[in-house]
């Protein structure tokens, strides 16, 4: 094998696959990255049997060819090389050579014909969405979902087809995610993509997904086949294998009726709980949120720091209310909701869960439920 890239491109797909590469598991080889040369391109795998992805990138290729490597050490090589081309070679004995400049590297390989299958990478009747799209509705979510390795079925986003609230006959698609204290769920319009059974993407899984996506104002292809959930972005594929089972009813905490209504500037709300939660001490840094006549003061204590309130200006409509978040499930939400000016909150007494959504986007909302106070 011996091919010339360019630094800028081998190195964005070693970075698209350094993050996939399972460096803890009984098959070693999982930690390595294949390489593939021929026909004008090079092509990156990498898979830890979970997430799959292949790359290619145009390459001016002398003598094809296929070797595996550590991705981290190749990535961490690549990444401090001088821009400019790189010239890449098999040895003997497995050895990959890398040239670039005055730079000189010989790194040990091993053979591609011990690299496993790459499953999920295949595009069986895909359909064309908006990459920016799905970008966001992962981002606006994938905050939510649940890291207790023992609730699996929590440990992703679902993603469902529904009518939803755009009306009977506009179809849109729903993403959803939970940790039992918390829940996001974004609508947009399907534009043809539909999903025939409901499925959950794994937390891993959408982190790798929004690399893929990112930056990709046009469009991407999707598949959702044999148990795992496929995207063409551009020139790289990944596939990630779905979580196998029941995602909880979400509808039942979604609250129908509420007493108050609050709408508050976005970014006002967001830096006065910032400030407030400063001297909480305990992990899920509770504050007190109260509301009187159009007045919300929000405020924290802790027996090592001390004391913290501030007040913020709100419209009101309805009961006055106290009752006590998570400063840390606000600020996630409220950066979810980067694109809105005001926030528009609901609530139902001091026990019922918090309803947040942006009157700009009515098809994204949020939940929080409450925490009580000694």
Same mark, same amino acid.
């Given at each position: 094998m011996n091919f010339s890239i360019e630094k800028e491109n081998f190195s964005q797909l070693l970075y698209l696959t350094n993050s996939i590469?399972?460096? *803890?598991?009984t098959?070693?080889?999982?930690a390595n990255v294949r390489l593939n040369a021929s026909d004008g391109k090079l092509s990156v795998s990498a898979t830890d049997l979970e997430v799959s992805l292949v790359g290619e990138a145009e390459a001016s290729v002398k003598d094809a060819?296929?070797?595996?490597?550590?991705?981290?050490?190749?990535?961490?090589i690549v990444r401090e090389l001088p821009a400019g081309s790189i010239t890449v070679s098999v040895s003997a004995n497995q050895r990959l050579d890398i040239e670039s400049g005055q730079s000189r590297f010989k790194i040990n390989g091993t053979s591609a014909e011990e690299f496993p299958a790459i499953a999920g990478v295949s595009l069986s009747n895909p359909i064309s969405v908006d990459?920016? *799209?799905f970008y966001e509705m992962f981002d606006k979510t994938s905050f939510a979902v649940s890291t207790d390795e023992t609730r699996y079925n929590i440990n992703g986003v679902y993603a469902e087809t529904t009518e939803g609230p755009l009306g009977a006959g506009k179809q849109c698609l729903r993403f959803v995610a939970t940790d039992g204290h918390r829940l996001a769920m974004i609508d947009r319009p399907a534009e043809g993509f539909s999903i025939d059974d409901s499925v959950i993407i794994p937390r891993k899984g959408i982190q790798e997904l929004k690399k893929v996506l990112e930056g990709n104002d046009g469009s991407a292809k999707v598949a959702v086949n044999d148990g795992f959930f496929t995207v063409q972005s551009g020139s790289v594929t990944i596939g990630v294998r779905l979580v196998d089972g029941q995602f909880p009813d979400y509808k039942q905490v979604i609250p129908l009726d509420t007493t108050t209504t609050v709408t508050v500037n976005r970014q006002n709300l967001l830096s006065a709980v *910032?400030?407030?939660?400063?001297?909480?001490?305990d992990k899920t840094k509770a504050v007190k949120c109260k509301l009187i006549d159009g007045n919300l003061v929000i405020s924290s204590s802790s027996p090592e720091y001390g004391e913290a309130s501030e007040s913020v200006e709100v419209a009101q409509d309805g009961e006055d209310v106290t009752i006590g978040f998570s400063a840390r499930y606000v600020l996630d939400l409220l950066s979810?909701?980067?694109?809105?000016?005001?926030?528009?909150? *609901?609530?139902?007494?001091?026990?019922?869960?918090?309803?947040?959504?942006?009157?700009?986007?009515?098809?994204?909302?949020?939940?929080?439920?409450?925490?009580?106070?000694?």
């Open positions: 590469v399972e460096r *803890k598991n098959m070693p080889i999982l060819g296929e070797i595996t490597v550590d991705a981290k050490v190749l990535y961490d990459a920016a *799209k *910032k400030r407030v939660a400063l001297v909480t001490t979810a909701m980067s694109g809105a000016e005001e926030v528009t909150i *609901k609530l139902k007494g001091e026990l019922g869960p918090g309803l947040f959504s942006g009157p700009q986007d009515e098809l994204y909302k949020c939940i929080v439920m409450p925490m009580r106070f000694e």
